[in-house]
């Protein structure tokens, strides 16, 4: 129980284009969702907190309408990337809590993003 | 402010224990989790402690003291592919999880 999937898992795309990023709880009901990127032997940095139906709650110094988040239900959300350049190149990884287990996070497998 | 004090990198040997330690400072606490992270891949779920004492898993335990701000991670019989970051992640006041860098495990034949 409690997986998370995410797609694709990786993408390239020219500077200037939108990439969405899928995250799908699943086997259970997700009441929250989270978005995180990762750079290269840095730690998991936070975007933003989205609860279906709501707007999502984003970090500071996260550009809300840069990185679009959607949870138009319990079991999906998604991350467009807008106008990507190179320096959005990094690991996006979703993860979702709201299964049994209520305040666990469980996370999806990542998605590489390039943007060349 | 919140911040997470753990060793950047350890080593050990196939068949051995390692503990890996985790002191924290939080604004507020409602658990502690514990995640492996394998190069260029997601973190996977191993354990979470919301009381003191020590919570067994197979091969894996984990520990919590709140009153002392530490946690630790016990990996027993090592294994090849135990090599991996292993973060540890407390959850403050609001349910957020805090993260640090990590600690890169290295296992050695």
């Known amino acids: 129980g409690a997986v998370v999937s995410q797609h694709p898992s990786w993408v390239i795309c020219k500077s200037g284009t939108s990439v969405k990023i899928e995250c799908r709880s699943l086997?259970?009901?997700?009441?929250?969702m989270f978005w995180y990127r990762q750079f290269p032997k840095q730690s998991l940095m936070l975007m933003a907190t989205?609860?279906?139906?709501?707007?999502?709650?984003?970090e500071q110094g996260v550009e809300k309408d840069k990185f679009l988040i959607n949870h138009a239900s319990l079991t999906l959300s998604t991350l467009t990337v807008t106008s990507a350049h190179p320096e959005d190149s990094s690991f996006y990884i979703c993860?979702?809590?709201?299964?049994?287990?209520?305040?666990?996070?469980?996370f999806g497998p990542g998605t590489r993003l390039t943007v060349l | 402010g919140q911040n997470i004090d753990q060793p950047t990198e350890m080593t050990a040997t196939e068949g051995a224990i390692v503990q890996i330690n985790c002191t924290y400072q939080?604004?507020?606490?409602?658990?502690l989790f514990w995640y492996q992270q394998h190069a260029g891949e997601a973190p996977t779920f191993l354990s979470y402690?919301?009381l003191d004492g020590l919570e067994e898993k197979g091969r894996f335990s984990s520990f919590l003291s709140r009153s002392k701000g530490y946690s630790y991670l016990l990996l027993k019989e090592l294994q090849m592919k135990d090599s991996a970051s292993y973060l540890c992640?407390?959850?403050?006041?609001?349910?957020?999880?805090?993260w640090g860098a990590g600690t890169k495990l290295i296992i050695k034949p």
């Open positions: 939080t604004s507020g606490f409602n658990g």
């Open positions: 086997d259970f009901q997700a009441t929250t």
């Open positions: 992640a407390p959850m403050d006041s609001n349910y957020q999880l805090i």
């Open positions: 989205s609860n279906e139906g709501s707007k999502a709650t984003y």
């Open positions: 402690n919301v």
């Open positions: 993860s979702a809590k709201g299964g049994r287990d209520t305040d666990t996070q469980y």
